[in-house]
């Protein structure tokens, strides 16, 4: 088999992603686990995240088999993957734009919980960084269907496999992860 960005990446998750401690970490879906991904180490490292971008881009979103004219997730941890993708589609002569869904509607200004050109697109694939029970995600795609934009699969890096995916698909989101977690130890 050809080396794959998959494989760069999984490399680069078991060096500086995952940790395990005796003592749980706090997750933000508020459970606790003894592992712990903080999947930034390779989001906010300009190589790494142009990788991660080529990763979906070429090996996972071919096989969604879905039109979609952006992309985006709940802040912060949708919105570096979001504006990779973005990019990396724009290099290849394609206009995917990037969406920023706020966690709440911000109280100045105009108001918006969703920033980006929200109002040209009809569907978004929304895009999380780590899913464990899906919550921000679920929040993303609820903010994104109130203002009519279509939402039916997801991406995400790594999914916990705690109920994340099983609470997307009862909403009618189809996730797709690079990884599971079950493969780090």
């Known amino acids: 088999m050809s ?3 998959r494989d760069e990446l999984f490399q680069w998750m078991k060096t500086y992603v995952y940790r395990f401690s005796e003592t749980p970490f706090r997750l933000a879906s508020g459970l606790e686990s003894q592992h712990y991904f903080n999947c930034k180490e390779v989001t906010l490292h300009p190589l ?3 990788i991660l971008a080529e990763c979906f ?3 996972i979103i071919p096989n969604l088999n879905i039109e979609f004219e952006a992309v985006g997730g709940l802040t912060l941890g949708a919105d570096p993957i979001a504006y ?3 990019l990396a589609y724009q290099k290849r002569g394609k ?3 990037p969406l920023v869904i706020r966690k709440e509607s911000k109280g100045h200004g105009t108001g918006q919980q969703i920033e980006g050109f929200w109002k ?3 569907s978004c694939l929304v895009v999380d960084d780590v899913i464990t029970t899906g919550g921000s995600t679920l929040k993303a795609v609820k903010v994104l269907r109130e203002v009519g934009i279509q939402v039916s699969k997801g991406i995400c ?3 916990r496999e705690e109920g994340g995916r099983e609470n997307l698909e009862s909403e009618n989101v189809s996730m797709s992860s690079i990884f599971a977690k079950s493969e780090f130890f």
Request: glycine share 0%; no cysteine.
């Open 3 to 5: 080396h794959s960005y």
């Open 48 to 50: 790494r995240l142009s």
């Open 57 to 59: 881009i070429e090996e």
């Open 84 to 86: 990779a993708i973005s």
């Open 95 to 97: 206009t995917i734009y």
């Open 120 to 122: 040209e697109v009809k």
């Open 157 to 159: 890096i790594l999914d």
